[in-house]
Antibody
Framework: QVTLKESGPGILQPSQTLSLTCTFSGFSLSTYGMGVGWIRQPSGKGLEWLANIWWDDDKYYNPSLKNRLTISKDTSNNQAFLKITNVDTADTATYYC?????????WGQGVMVTVSS | DIVMTQTPSSQAVSAGEKVTMSCKSSQSLLYNENKKNYLAWYQQKPGQSPKLLIYWASTRESGVPDRFIGSGSGTDFTLTISSVQAEDLAVYYCQQYYNFPLTFGSGTKLEIK
C-alpha cells in the first residue's frame, strides 16, 4: 500500500526558509523510474507544480520560483524534502507531495503552510 | 511552458446526465516515439487531495469507475462522465507531463443540480 505524508512548520514569517518533509511507504525512491514531486495549492485556487526528484537524483524545478527551491531525498529513510527560501505571503498554501512514474498516481493529504508576520 | 486551458470553468448538471469538459494544450502532448499523449486528469473533491483518474489521456487508473472516459490526442482532450453521480461533485484538473515545467489547467468545477 502506497502512502505519502507531508510535514512542515505550519506557520512562518516572511523571509524565512520553508522546510517540508514527505515521508512515504509502499515504494522506494531507489527504484528505476520512480519519482516524487511537490505541488502546492493556495486556498480556493488551482494546482502549481514546484519540483520533482527522480530515483537517479535528477532534479527539476519550476522556473517561476527562480532559485528559491531545493529538492532532495533520503532513500534509506523513504523521505523527500523541499526547501523554499525567502518566503512571503504568496507562498501561503497547502503543499502536497506525490509519487510520480508518469502522472502523479499517489498523493499525500497535504500540509497547510501560512506565511505571516 | 506548455499552457493548459480548461473549459468550462464550472458547470452544473443533474445526476444521471452526461457531462464533458475540455482541456487544450498550447503544444502537442503526443510523443511520436511511443505514440502516447502525456496528459492526465485528476479529481479533487472538497477538502481532499487530488486523485488520479486518467493517464496517457485515456487510460483509467485502477479502481476508477468506467463512467469516467478520457479521450483526445495532440492538443485537444476531453473528460467525459457518462452518467454523473452525486459523489462526482469535484474540481477536475488536467495536467501535462510531456515536459518540464509540469503544468496544470485551472480546473473545471462540477456542481450537481
Amino acid at each position: 500500500q502506497v502512502t505519502l505524508k507531508e510535514s512542515g512548520p505550519g506557520i512562518l514569517q516572511p523571509s524565512q526558509t520553508l522546510s517540508l518533509t514527505c515521508t512515504f511507504s509502499g515504494f522506494s525512491l531507489s527504484t528505476y523510474g520512480m519519482g516524487v514531486g511537490w505541488i502546492r495549492q493556495p486556498s480556493g485556487k488551482g494546482l502549481e507544480w514546484l519540483a520533482n526528484i527522480w530515483w537517479d537524483d535528477d532534479k527539476y524545478y519550476n522556473p517561476s520560483l527562480k532559485n528559491r527551491l531545493t529538492i532532495s531525498k533520503d532513500t534509506s529513510n523513504n523521505q523527500a524534502f523541499l526547501k523554499i527560501t525567502n518566503v512571503d505571503t504568496a507562498d501561503t498554501a497547502t503543499y502536497y507531495c506525490a509519487r510520480r512514474q508518469g502522472a502523479f498516481d499517489y498523493w499525500g493529504q497535504g500540509v497547510m503552510v501560512t506565511v505571516s508576520s | 511552458d506548455i499552457v493548459m486551458t480548461q473549459t468550462p470553468s464550472s458547470q452544473a448538471v443533474s445526476a444521471g446526465e452526461k457531462v464533458t469538459m475540455s482541456c487544450k494544450s498550447s503544444q502537442s502532448l503526443l510523443y511520436n516515439e511511443n505514440k502516447k499523449n502525456y496528459l492526465a486528469w485528476y479529481q479533487q473533491k472538497p477538502g481532499q487531495s487530488p486523485k488520479l483518474l486518467i493517464y496517457w489521456a485515456s487510460t483509467r487508473e485502477s479502481g476508477v469507475p468506467d463512467r469516467f472516459i478520457g479521450s483526445g490526442s495532440g492538443t485537444d482532450f476531453t473528460l467525459t462522465i457518462s452518467s454523473v453521480q452525486a459523489e462526482d461533485l469535484a474540481v477536475y484538473y488536467c495536467q501535462q507531463y510531456y515536459n518540464f515545467p509540469l503544468t496544470f489547467g485551472s480546473g473545471t468545477k462540477l456542481e450537481i443540480k
